[in-house]
Nanobody, 124 residues
Framework: QVQLVESGGGLVQAGGSLRLSCAASGRTFSNYVMAWFRQTPGKAHEFVGAIGWGGGRTDYANSVKGRFTISRDNAEETVYLQMDNLKPEDTANYHC?????????????????WGQGTQVTVSS
């Protein structure tokens, strides 16, 4: 089992930037595909981006492509989400998640481990 703890959320104006971090502990971090999802009240988790074991493969939702960058540091057991040019519609609770699958999945059901989330609010 792996434990995930997110940090870095907050309130930012539209056009601003935030960097989210997700610290992992428990099992070997490099064995997991890591992803970021976001959720607003009453809605299901929405895929934001994911990164493969070694960091060489990434995938992003079309809504964030070109604005968000996901990266990982396996030595520090941390995954990051750099969010630039933020928009009000990016407002959500952002969760990191871990999967033992060998491929990047955009489906929340493929991720067995989840953090509690960190709130991002973008004002217009």
């Amino acid at each position: 089992q792996v434990q995930l703890v997110e940090s870095g959320g907050g309130l930012v104006q539209a056009g601003g930037s935030l960097r989210l971090s997700c610290a992992a502990s428990g099992r070997t971090f490099s064995n997991y595909v890591m992803a970021w999802f976001r959720q607003t009240p009453g809605k299901a988790h929405e895929f934001v981006g994911a990164i493969g074991w070694g960091g060489g493969r990434t995938d992003y939702a079309n809504s964030v492509k070109g604005r968000f960058t996901i990266s990982r540091d396996n030595a520090e057991e941390t995954v990051y989400l750099q969010m630039d040019n933020l928009k009000p519609e990016d407002t959500a609770n952002y969760h990191c998640a871990a999967s033992t699958r060998t491929y990047i999945s955009v489906w929340s059901r493929d991720y067995a481990y989840w953090g509690q989330g960190t709130q991002v609010t973008v004002s217009s």
